[in-house]
């Protein structure tokens, strides 16, 4: 017992002491921070495996923030998927949530894929999913209730995992510059899971989709950016604009409200932030809305959803369909609009942002129709 008072106290003081120094990064010391994690794996070490002998660590030389990260990465007990996110959400009969690995050039990812209860011909669409930080495909499954849309829409649902080994949190890697582009890192993973997928479940052309939540919506940009001709329209809730970051440091301050300036490209949208979000500040999601913004007027309405007021600005294509809509909550926080409180950064009040998308997603037209 007491070896397990112990143990629980040893945790604890080495989750306060990377909070603390994700909050001196935050505020652009990078030097305390450095030394605040260092000070956390000394007093982890009999915790933890051997550093290995290539590590700066082992070979006494002085670390920067980005080697002393990689020395945490590598004492962590597994580089796999997150071990948290809860039980597996129930499956009605007849409908799968499958396991699986993707691997090409750029890499691998597990990942999980919903599949509805048999359907009389091939699915309306696909969804790709992207959890954000500390997440994993069940946490997201489960507090977005896009299992639940597909078996109403009959859609396709796959929810790739972030590992460990690639980022720490398990968040996307929006802000490097080697996973920003096409044909390389992380956005060459996600669009040939896509079109694997694609493939395997005869899902219509032009009718793959992209969504995420914060790290997750900031790589479903950059998926509607580099890979535009593997998906039809990209959903972002509390995301960050295209390139708003190109390391660590800078990344902090674009959650804070400080993006880098990126040139339009648009691609249908729907953006949905919080106003009260203090983790990555409403000015993305606008950001994130004037770079997808094609010509035409904007339409604004207004209304109140489970409790919660909101905006909707929308900016309609020469045909009448909606191409851009921004929905700006308010009240609501770094959360999921309409969420199930099951997952984790999930708010049950406000406009259920997974409909609003499946139903954007799905209205589209096909190009060239």
């Not at 962590?76 to 409908?95: E, L």
Request: net charge neutral; aromatic share 6%; hydrophobic share 35%.
């Amino acid at each position: 017992m007491k070896l397990a008072i112990k143990d629980n106290k040893m945790k604890n003081d080495f989750n306060m002491a990377m909070r603390q120094a994700t909050d001196l990064v935050r505020a652009g010391d990078l030097n305390a921070a450095t030394q605040q994690i260092q000070s956390a794996l000394a007093g982890a070490g009999e915790q933890g495996p051997t550093v290995p002998k290539h590590s700066a660590a082992a070979q006494g030389k002085p670390r920067g923030l980005r080697q002393t990260l990689a020395d945490l990465a590598l004492r962590m007990p597994s580089n796999g998927t997150p071990p948290f996110g809860g039980n597996d959400p129930s499956v009605p009969k007849g409908a799968r949530f499958d396991s699986g690995s993707f691997t090409c050039h750029a890499g691998s990812r597990e990942y999980r894929v919903y599949v509805p209860k048999p359907m009389t011909s091939q699915p309306s669409g696909m969804i790709m999913m992207l959890h954000g930080c500390t997440q994993s495909p069940v946490d997201f499954a489960n507090g977005t209730g896009m299992n639940q849309m597909a078996d109403k829409h009959g859609v396709i649902v796959v929810y790739p995992a972030q590992s460990r080994g690639a980022n720490l949190q398990s968040c996307w890697n929006w802000f490097s510059p080697t996973d920003q582009d096409r044909d390389a890192g992380e956005p060459a993973i996600l669009a040939g899971l896509a079109e694997q997928l694609c493939r395997e479940y005869s899902v219509p052309q032009g009718k793959t989709f992209v969504a995420g939540l914060s790290a997750g919506a900031a790589m479903a940009v950059i998926l509607g950016r580099t890979y535009s001709d593997s998906f039809a329209a990209v959903g972002a809730h509390s995301g960050l604009p295209y390139k708003a970051a190109h390391d660590m440091s800078s990344a902090f301050a674009a959650m804070g409200g400080a993006p880098a300036p990126t040139s339009a490209y648009p691609v249908p949208t729907i953006v949905f932030h919080g106003q009260a979000d203090n983790t990555v500040k409403a000015v993305n999601g606008q950001r994130i809305a004037d770079d997808a913004r094609p010509k035409g007027p904007e339409v604004l309405d207004e209304g109140m959803t489970g409790g919660r007021r909101h905006d909707r600005a929308t900016v309609l294509s020469d045909q009448g369909h909606p191409v851009l809509e921004h929905w700006r909550v308010d009240g609501l926080g770094h959360a999921w609009s309409g969420g199930n409180a099951a997952g984790s950064y999930a708010d049950p009040a406000g406009p259920d942002a997974s409909a609003e998308m499946v139903r954007f997603f799905l209205d589209l037209p096909v190009k060239g129709e």
